[in-house]
């Protein structure tokens, strides 16, 4: 069973820097997914970064330049590393993770499929509020 707990939301001012964490339980063998999604109230969920387990990462071009997904060594934790934040920003964040291959894999990218909610786990989510 998969468990995600991410953690370092908060607020901050436009052009500040936010570190999100997830606290992840992938098994140290496996091939997968992660990554992270926001949703705003009114808006629709929007994929922003994803990085597989050989370390490859995908971005939103809303977020290009300024967030970083990456994960520690022991592969453990996961990060968004955020930039250059702006009140657009705002939003729950939310970790996600699925095992490889996953079924949407064939017709979306994973930025898509984080946007479409279709990974397998969702951790509880992390408030992000930027005021401008």
């Known amino acids: 069973q998969v468990q995600l707990l991410e953690s370092g939301g908060g607020s901050v001012q436009a052009g500040g820097s936010l570190r999100l964490s997830c606290d992840a339980s992938m098994p140290s063998d496996s091939s997968y997914f992660m990554g992270w999604f926001r949703q705003a109230p009114g808006k629709e969920r929007e994929g922003v970064a994803s990085?597989?387990?050989?370390?490859?990462?995908s971005y939103a071009d809303s977020v290009k330049g300024r967030f970083t997904i990456s994960q520690d060594n022991a592969k453990k934790t996961l990060y968004l590393q955020m930039s250059s934040l702006k009140p657009e920003d705002t939003a729950m964040y939310y970790c996600a993770a699925d095992f490889s291959p996953p079924l949407w894999m064939a017709r979306l990218t994973p930025i898509q499929a984080l946007g479409k909610g279709l990974f397998a786990y969702w951790g509880q989510g992390t408030q992000v509020t930027v005021s401008s």
């Open positions: 990085m597989d387990s050989d370390g490859s990462t």
